[in-house]
């Protein structure tokens, strides 16, 4: 944490060693590369980069409300209300990133921060591994990324070459198990055993017997189900999802997708702004 002189205002500061980092791994250049692209409401705001020899500053809003992982922890799980508000942010914000051009491959309960202890608004962090794509290219994504409870089952089978790459849908499925958790309160693939959690991901055989489902509402295990479809091609693209009528019988009518914007105030310090933002 830090203090912005000019302003007084706390702010979140990430220190990065480049040390730390072989010469050709890039991640903490595609995180900046990243900030500086998105200004979506539930995107943590970049405010300035600061690159000395040895460490990068990666200068950002403060978001204080602790982690959403840690808010279903002590809730054990949410309401379906709730869940709805939560999930309506995170969809939003991956519809933005993807018609942007960028895929975040990491969408994760620890990666999405509360804004404060009260309300259930969001914010995500943390875009080490996104990267940028092109549907126009046909350049899919081909790198092994992702935590484990999350991974889309396309990106596992890169292990064994039956596929050679994968689209900005591995974060629908990455949605699709926040939302299963933010429900349930547990996750849908789970195993001490990592290769038998890969085969339950690979199969998509998601978890739903337990007694807890009965009490949720069926339309929010509809976009579930929809989203933890193993194919790729058959699940729900982030605007497709906003749409589920689970949440707009929810929270009522909303946008499918926030306008596009790019930062225009994000500040670079010894990298020339054209290569960073």
Known sequence: MG??????RQVAV????????????QS????INCLCQVNHPCCVKLHAVYVTQRRVYIVTELVSGGELLDRVTELGRLTDSAAAEVAVQILSCAAYLHATGICSRDLKLENILMVDKESNHVKIIDFGLSRFFDRTACDPLSTMCGSP???????????DSNRTGYSEAV????????IFILL???????DDNDVALYQKIRRGEHDMGDPVWDTISPLARDLVEKLLVVDPASR???QQALL?????????PHPAIAPLQKLSNCQSHLFPCKEIC
């Not at 974060?171 to 926040?178: K, T």
């Not at 349930?184 to 789970?190: C, E, M, N, R, T």
């Open 14 to 25: 990430k220190i990065v060693d480049k040390k730390r980092y072989k010469e050709e791994d």
């Open 236 to 238: 729900l693209s982030a």
């Open 3 to 8: 203090y912005d002189r000019r302003t007084g």
């Open 171 to 178: 974060d629908m499925w990455s949605a699709g198990v926040i």
């Open 244 to 252: 589920h009528p689970w949440l707009q019988t929810t929270l009522g």
């Open 28 to 31: 903490f250049i595609r995180e």
């Open 149 to 159: 409870q999350y991974v889309a089952p396309e990106i596992l089978e890169l292990a």
């Open 184 to 190: 349930a309160g547990y996750a849908p693939f789970d």
